[in-house]
C-alpha cells in the first residue's frame, strides 16, 4: 500500500509565499517521476510542474520564475515553492508520483489527496 500526503496549504495574500510538501510512504521500491497539478473550481486538473528521478524539470507557463519543484528522494518528499502568488494560483492541489512497489512490479501512478491553496487579500 502506497500513501501520498500533501501538507503546506492555506491562505495567503497576494504577493506572498508558500510552500507545498508531498510525502510518499508505504511499499516503496523505487520512484520515478513526481509531480504537482492543480484544479480551480469550474475548471480542468492541469499540470503545474513536474521532475524526473534525474531532477529534470517542467513548469506551466502561469508559474514559470514564480514556483520551483524539488524533491528529497531520501525522504520520498516532493516540494512546491510558491512565490508571488496570484488570484489565478488558487485552486486544489494534487501531487503524484510513478512508484514501482517491488521488484518486477508495474509503475503505477499514485495521488495525494490534494491540499487547497487560496490567494486572496
Known amino acids: 500500500q502506497v500513501q501520498l500526503v500533501e501538507s503546506g496549504g492555506g491562505l495567503v495574500q497576494p504577493g506572498g509565499s508558500l510552500r507545498l510538501s508531498c510525502a510518499a510512504s508505504?511499499?516503496?521500491?523505487?520512484?520515478?517521476?513526481m509531480g504537482w497539478y492543480r484544479q480551480a473550481p469550474g475548471k480542468q486538473r492541469e499540470l503545474v510542474a513536474a521532475?524526473?528521478?534525474?531532477?529534470?524539470?517542467n513548469y506551466a507557463d502561469s508559474v514559470k520564475g514564480r514556483f520551483t519543484i524539488s524533491r528529497d528522494d531520501a525522504k520520498n518528499t516532493v516540494y512546491l515553492q510558491m512565490n508571488s502568488l496570484k488570484s489565478e494560483d488558487t485552486a486544489v492541489y494534487y501531487c503524484?508520483?510513478?512508484?514501482?512497489?517491488?521488484?518486477?512490479?508495474?509503475?503505477?501512478?499514485?495521488w495525494g489527496q490534494g491540499t487547497q491553496v487560496t490567494v486572496s487579500s
Open positions: 521532475i524526473t528521478s534525474g531532477r529534470s524539470t
Open positions: 508505504g511499499s516503496i521500491f523505487s520512484i520515478s517521476a
Open positions: 503524484d508520483a510513478d512508484i514501482l512497489t517491488a521488484r518486477g512490479a508495474p509503475w503505477r501512478t499514485y
